[in-house]
């Protein structure tokens, strides 16, 4: 077992229980009986108490941030192989649920995007505009979200920007810092060293840019969702990059009649 893959605290913990042995051997080996001895078993105590505390506070089973983010990969550029293939050349853009019961939809067009009838009984089009049509990836989370967070949509840029703010920092703790901003149709979101960069890393290296905006990844996709839904209006994401550690991605929102 490699260190390095231990809970820190519990490493921490396995220090100070090995420190507390040193101390009170030390303390039987002098034999010396004086204030120094009286010392060394108190400084051994305490080490174990503290010991005891590091192992109490230890998380019981912690995931590598590194292995979740690898998870989507493979399944997003595959949709985006598929929808190349398929001559399909616009991004994704998020269509709001068509009330209760419903789910929102990525559609993907085969160019410049129009809203598509509202059938979702087949992922692709029967009669223009062509395109294909699927649940989002990040429908799973948006569905979380709602049933066990009591999240709701509500048509409020205030609102909105302090939900995806509060869902990237406590709710899902992608970032420690999270800033999401509004202005001429644009929604901005900087995710402060977020946790799963690896998958846009990943991505990227085997892939064109341009996939994350083809399909998106789970947590993106989530974003759009709870913009469309929020604001009932179709959005795409404009772009996304990266910076030493931080996601940045661009929601547009779309004034389609």
Not at 56 to 82: D, F, T, Y
Not at 228 to 236: D, G, L, Q, Y
């Amino acid at each position: 077992m490699k260190w390095r893959n231990l809970d820190i605290q519990i490493v921490n913990g396995l220090l100070l229980f090995i420190a507390a042995a040193v101390l009170i051997s030390m303390s039987f080996i002098t034999h010396r009986g004086d204030l120094s001895t009286a010392a060394l078993i108190v400084s051994g105590v305490g080490c174990f108490l503290l010991g005891v505390v590091m192992f109490a506070i230890s998380g019981g089973e912690r995931i590598n941030p590194r292995l979740v983010s690898l998870l989507p990969v493979q399944a997003s550029i595959n949709i985006c192989r598929i929808t190349g293939d398929l001559g399909l050349k616009g991004t994704a853009h998020l269509i709001p649920s068509a009330g209760e019961g419903t789910t929102p939809m990525q559609f993907n067009p085969v160019g410049v995007f129009s809203l598509p009838p509202d059938s979702r009984d087949s992922s692709f089009s029967v009669s223009a505009p062509w395109g294909m049509t699927i649940i989002p990836s990040g429908y799973p989370l948006l569905k979380e979200l709602q049933q066990r967070y009591d999240w709701s949509p509500v048509q409020d840029i205030g609102h909105l920007t302090t939900g995806i703010k509060e869902v990237s920092e406590d709710v899902y703790q992608f970032t420690r810092l999270a800033t999401v901003t509004f202005k001429e149709s644009l929604l901005t979101i900087v995710l402060k060293d977020f946790r799963y960069i690896d998958c846009c890393k990943e991505i990227s290296a085997s892939s064109a840019p341009v996939c994350c905006r083809i399909n998106p990844c789970p947590v993106c996709s989530l974003f759009a969702c709870m913009v469309s839904e929020s604001m009932r209006k179709p959005c795409t994401i404009e772009y996304i990059s990266q910076e030493k550690g931080d996601l940045i991605v661009g929601i547009r929102v779309l004034d389609t009649p």
